[in-house]
């Protein structure tokens, strides 16, 4: 497979530069700076309502930003657009969301191989792929994922967002719903990402056990981002 973030391992896989954003007229990004490399992990608190599930949707260049740059993998997601954003997303971004989002009907193979096939990868190493990052991440085989439990979910929603071997692995809470026990194993194994796949992982989370387990740790008030913990390299960048 070939790794996104294996092209330059100097370079950020993610760089915000002077993100500037409002909503409804309220400021929520002031001139906002984050870098995030290969094989790194960061994770981003912050009060309720401070922004940390709209910096996401920016880096996916789901949201246009006011003011800034968002550069994954090199290219600026508030200039592409149309099919050329959607490509860039899909081979350089994998996202996990709080509750796996997978599709219930579909087997946990089928939901990963799903990515891979719509990025274009064709059928046989789409499923040869799925199979063997299901098997990495211990989800067993199932013919629905309707049944299966929380921390099954997200593991399966991990090697969906890892199958096109990303740069920048998102996730938004992705421990949110799960119990003490599932969380730290899912979040053992989310952590365990940037170093296996040579991935960068940006984590959004209200959760101080998990924010504690990134690189650095990240505080979004007032509009930006400073370190939050004495082990943060000083700041976002
Ligand atoms: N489409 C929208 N229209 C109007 N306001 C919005 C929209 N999207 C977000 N907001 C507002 O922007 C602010 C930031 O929302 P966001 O979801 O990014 O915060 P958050 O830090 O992720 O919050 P939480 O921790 O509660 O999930 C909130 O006040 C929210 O109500």
Redesign the pocket.
Same mark, same amino acid.
């Not at 912050?46 to 949707?57: C, D, I, N």
């Given at each position: 497979m070939e790794t996104g973030a294996s092209q330059n391992m100097n370079e950020p896989v993610l760089r915000v530069a002077g993100l500037g954003h409002a909503? &409804?007229g309220?400021r #929520?990004f002031e001139s906002l700076d984050l870098d995030v490399r290969a094989c790194e992990s960061v994770a981003i608190t912050?009060?309720?309502? &401070?922004?940390? !599930?709209? #910096?996401? !949707?920016c880096v996916l260049g789901l949201?246009r930003p006011d003011t800034g740059a968002v550069e994954v993998a090199g290219s600026d997601m508030t200039v592409l657009r149309g099919a050329a954003l959607a490509r860039h997303r899909s081979r350089h971004i994998g996202m996990v969301f709080q509750f796996g989002e997978l599709l219930p009907e579909l087997s946990p193979l089928d939901n990963v191989a799903l990515a891979a096939l719509l990025a274009g990868v064709p059928r046989q190493d789409a499923y040869r792929q799925a199979s063997a990052l299901l098997a990495e991440l211990d989800v067993p085989r199932a013919s629905s994922s309707e049944h299966m439990s929380g921390g099954e979910r997200q593991r399966t929603a991990v090697a969906r967002a890892l199958i096109n071997s990303p740069a920048l692995l998102l996730a938004?809470?992705p421990t949110g719903a799960l119990d003490t026990e599932t969380r730290d194993r899912v979040a053992d194994l989310l952590f365990s990402m940037p170093a296996r796949h040579q991935c960068g992982l940006l984590v959004?989370t209200?959760d101080g056990s998990i924010a504690r387990r990134a690189d650095r740790t990240l505080a979004?008030v007032g509009g930006a981002l400073t370190a939050a913990n004495s082990s943060g390299t000083g700041g976002a960048r």
């Open positions: 909503v &409804s309220r #929520l912050g009060p309720s309502g &401070s922004g940390k !599930s709209t #910096l996401l !949707s949201i938004d809470e959004v209200h979004l």
